[in-house]
């Protein structure tokens, strides 16, 4: 746990002579060497404000896919590319509202990103959305609508298993089919490692 510590604390102090460091840092959470960690796109509003990845409404989304999966939230790691909330103002209420992470932001956090995966040792990385899977593939021509439910080989042995965010069956319900034929493909493959 000490080792985590150093990492935020070195992440803390860094992001705060960076050009971001006005906003709050949203840092993962979860089990140590885990079979699973679970990485996303960047906090939004709920997750600023309680401090913690993955709650408000992707949280519940997340909760229901871990019940199909057969996890608990304790039982793996979460976390995101981009540790800050990424905002823009509203042209029509004028309050901040989420923005997809610049390549700026993914440029800052993404060492830390990596750092953050052989501290934490999970065996696999479930990507959610195109933001993780670039960021961890290294691949910046993949696309999570072609390679989504199958599972792929990082170059250091891991796993890495790219799905949908949880948020886009909220805006997609197309996807909710989609996403539950996937999660299942999951759950059958965590009975292998």
């Known amino acids: 746990m000490n080792q985590q510590k150093d990492f935020q604390e070195k992440l803390q102090k860094n992001f705060q002579c960076s050009a971001f460091g006005e906003k709050k840092l949203v840092f993962g959470e979860g089990a140590q060497m885990p079979i699973l960690m679970m990485i996303g796109e960047a906090p939004g509003g709920d997750e600023e404000k309680q401090g913690k990845p993955f709650v408000g409404k992707a949280g519940k989304n997340l909760s229901a896919f871990l019940e199909v999966i057969g996890l608990k939230r304790d039982e793996i790691y979460i976390s995101n590319v981009v540790k800050l909330r990424p905002t823009k103002s509203s042209p029509k209420t004028g309050k901040e509202v989420n923005r997809p992470p610049s390549k ?18 999970p065996k696999m990385i479930v990507t959610l959305g195109n933001v993780p899977l670039k ?40 996807l909710t089919q989609v996403y539950q034929e996937d ?5 059958d493959f965590l009975v292998t490692l």
């Open 135 to 174: 960021a961890v593939s290294g691949d910046n021509s993949m696309n999570i609508g072609d390679v989504h439910g199958k599972p792929y080989t990082l170059t250091d042995g891991r796993i890495l298993f790219p799905l949908y965010h949880p948020a886009a069956i909220i805006y997609n319900r197309a």
């Open 183 to 187: 999660l299942v493909t999951l759950k």
């Open 104 to 121: 700026d932001e993914i440029a800052f956090f993404l060492p830390y990103l990596m750092d953050e995966i052989q501290l934490i040792a």
